[in-house]
């Protein structure tokens, strides 16, 4: 099974968020890569880990060297991971066939400020429920 990071990658690809391994990475961010995307998993609930769903959370960090394409790109993530309101459903697959049942913005996007090469980071927490 990939990683489920690497998955979630591929989803933000398949919406047309950008392109794994340009501007889209996961697990860690390139440096010499002014705009881009980070799908970094950063682990889950415990108690979810002996069923058939995972609750699994991600950071999602947008880099831009403008404030306001960090944040639109943020924004626009959100959308797509965040259940809608309505239902509390967001209800997709990912690439392996794994379905994703719910999922939340445990946060909004917020600016973390500039990187020591002057790059905004705009970056958002989501947990998101699994099933194998």
């Known amino acids: 099974m990939p990683a489920i990071e690497s998955e ?10 950008g392109t794994v ?9 390139p440096a010499d890569v002014d705009n881009c995307i980070g ?29 306001d ?3 639109a790109k943020a924004n626009s993530i959100r959308q797509l ?5 309505s239902t509390n ?3 997709y697959d990912l ?5 994703v049942l719910t999922g939340f913005a445990i946060q909004e996007p917020y600016n973390l400020g500039q990187d020591e090469n002057n790059r905004y980071e705009v970056v958002a927490n989501y947990q998101l429920t699994i099933a194998n």
């Open 8 to 17: 979630l990658a591929e989803h933000l690809e398949d919406q047309a968020i």
């Open 21 to 29: 391994g340009t501007d889209i990475f996961y697990s860690k961010m």
């Open 39 to 67: 799908v970094l998993h950063t682990g889950g609930s415990g108690a979810s880990m002996a069923g058939p769903k995972r609750n699994l959370t991600f950071q999602i960090v947008v880099r831009n060297t403008n404030i």
């Open 69 to 71: 394409t960090a944040k």
């Open 81 to 85: 991971l965040h259940a809608d309101d």
């Open 89 to 91: 459903q967001t209800d």
């Open 95 to 99: 690439p392996s066939g794994s379905r």
